[in-house]
């Protein structure tokens, strides 16, 4: 198992890298990024919709993975019609929010048109908000790093993210592994435990100085980073929210009852199970990058 999980991240995140670096050469349009945030929303949607299928939830796919993945888009189809203007971060975010708003009034709608007896619309409109949530809500606001704080940072501030979580995750697993012993959430999680945590913040945090240190030179802004407090005290706080994004979907799964979200890939289980950490640390490294930048 911890092979496959170090073999797929060596695959995964330099291939996320590696699309960052190219779309960034497309310029302000973010074509590629645009996609590949659909495909991500849609994916989380299916495994949201298979996972929450049990008791008194009817999930639609065909409801709930469009809407989810055009809030994802919405805010950059704003930014694509107005690249003559420049758009504040507040302003995008408040597209996002109306986005969500309207797509939650149709799934509402959509119950309305349902209903046949008690006891059912009412799970069924949460888990669709959920999956709106989880896979529309979320995606969207982390997306924002693409060009807040400015666009030419971008892509080295998500890939800091990414970096941050996925080094977090690989050091939990292995630390856990190799040393973890009380565990860190018994019902929720067992598998993961104190050590696994320790681990996590070490691994987040030596990644983040590694990236912010050497990476630079890779991107045409070549940013510089900031002083080290910061860098660290930015590398344990992704690092804490990527395993807090972990339990996030493990309640998820937990109380439907299975284990993985799906069998999409060895060693992590679905998409779900590999984009947890980063879509809950996406919106804190956001209010990072806004207030106080790790790199400039």
Not at 8 to 32: E, N, W, Y
Request: net charge positive; hydrophobic share 55%.
């Amino acid at each position: 198992m911890l092979r496959w999980r170090l073999l797929m991240s060596c695959v995964l995140v330099p291939a996320t890298i590696a699309l960052f670096i190219a779309d960034q050469k497309l310029g302000r349009t973010a074509s590629l990024f645009a996609l590949f945030c659909g495909l991500v929303s849609l994916r989380s949607a299916w495994e949201l919709c298979d996972l929450l299928a049990v008791r008194s939830i009817r999930p639609s796919f065909a409801a709930a993975g469009p809407l989810a993945m055009l809030v994802t888009l919405f805010a950059w189809i704003h930014l694509h019609l107005h690249l003559d203007t420049r758009v504040t971060l507040l302003h995008s975010l408040g597209c996002i929010a109306a986005a969500f708003t309207a797509a939650a009034l149709l799934l509402l709608t959509l119950e309305a048109v349902r209903f046949d007896s008690p006891g059912v619309s009412m799970e069924s409109l949460g888990g669709h908000l959920v999956i709106l949530f989880y896979a529309g809500l979320l995606p969207a606001v982390t997306a924002q790093l693409r060009w807040f704080p400015r666009e030419e940072l971008g892509y080295f501030a998500l890939a800091s993210m990414i970096i941050c979580v996925k080094c977090g995750d690989t050091c939990a697993y292995t630390f856990g592994r190799l040393w973890g012993k009380r565990r860190l959430t018994p019902k929720l999680s067992p598998g993961k435990t104190g050590m696994g945590f320790i681990g996590a913040l070490i691994g987040s945090t030596t990644g983040g100085w590694l990236w912010f240190r050497f990476a630079g030179a890779l991107f045409d802004a070549a940013p510089q980073p900031s002083a080290l407090p910061i860098i660290i005290a930015y590398g344990l706080t992704i690092g804490a929210a990527g395993v807090i994004g972990d339990l996030c979907e493990s309640l998820i799964k937990r109380d439907v009852g299975k284990k993985d979200a799906s069998a999409l890939m060895p060693g992590f289980g679905g998409l779900l199970d590999l984009v947890d950490s980063p879509l809950y640390a996406g919106p804190i490294a956001l209010a990072w990058w806004t207030l106080l930048p790790p790199a400039f």
